[in-house]
């Protein structure tokens, strides 16, 4: 069955550090993958989205992910987070319908 | 601000009631989306509406229906209310039914007690 998995369900960094979320996916072909972020009490926010061509994909806010074919990955990362960034932030893929993962919550320590 | 209304915020009611959430999509949007998002079974896909019809359905339960209308702004129904059907219920929109980027609202909670 097609499944998005983002291992980690809490992070914690210090504010300045350098970030990277995990997301793996099983789909038959490659499917489309999106980033999105969600702050609390709010909706959804597209960070970024790969459908060809360049494996790095730049997003807003300084965020960039990675695909890796060869390891079905869609790694999101940010070289300096901000406390700002502290949110949840979900990996999607798509092919006929979409399909997130759990989530991974982003915790900033000063 | 995503331009994607809905209404209401919040919404709490009692098992067997029947409720309905409002969505009002971006200016110029044709495809609106629903979703549901609880703590146990995360972020789900339920439908897709395009320019009036359905395009796509996933896990959306048969107790549940929703329509896009001619101004386009879309409804879920949501009958039977179960205790598990408490969730945030999220509309989004996009411009065309491919990959264009989806827009979210803010989102309704719905408490069933």
């Known amino acids: 069955a097609q499944s998005v998995t983002q291992p980690d369900i809490h992070i914690t960094v210090s504010e300045g550090a350098s970030l990277e979320l995990r997301c793996n996916y099983s789909y038959g072909a490659t499917p489309y993958l999106f980033w999105y972020v969600q702050s609390p009490g709010q909706g959804l926010q597209l960070l970024l989205k790969?459908?060809?061509?360049?494996?790095l994909v730049q997003g807003i806010k300084g965020f960039e992910a990675e695909f890796k074919r060869s390891q079905s990955s869609f790694n999101l990362r940010k070289p300096s987070v901000h406390w700002s960034d502290a949110a949840e932030y979900f990996c999607?893929?798509?092919?006929?319908?979409?399909?997130f993962g759990k989530g991974t919550r982003l915790h900033i320590l000063p | 601000d995503s331009g994607v209304t809905q209404t209401p915020k919040h919404l709490i009611t009692a098992t067997g009631q029947r409720v309905t959430l409002r969505c009002s999509p971006r200016s110029g949007d044709l495809s609106v989306y629903w979703y549901q998002q609880s703590l146990d079974q995360g972020l789900q896909f339920l439908i897709h509406y395009y320019n009036g019809e359905e395009r796509a359905k996933g896990n959306i339960l048969e107790r549940f229906s929703a329509q896009q209308f001619p101004d386009l702004h879309s409804e879920l129904n949501l009958s039977s209310l179960e205790l598990g059907d408490s969730a945030l219920y999220f509309c989004?929109?996009?411009?065309?039914?491919?990959?264009?980027?989806?827009?979210f609202g803010p989102g309704t909670r719905l408490l069933v007690l």
């Open positions: 989004a929109s996009s411009v065309g039914g491919g990959t264009e980027t989806q827009y």
């Open positions: 790969y459908f060809s061509g360049d494996t």
């Open positions: 999607a893929a798509k092919d006929d319908k979409i399909i």
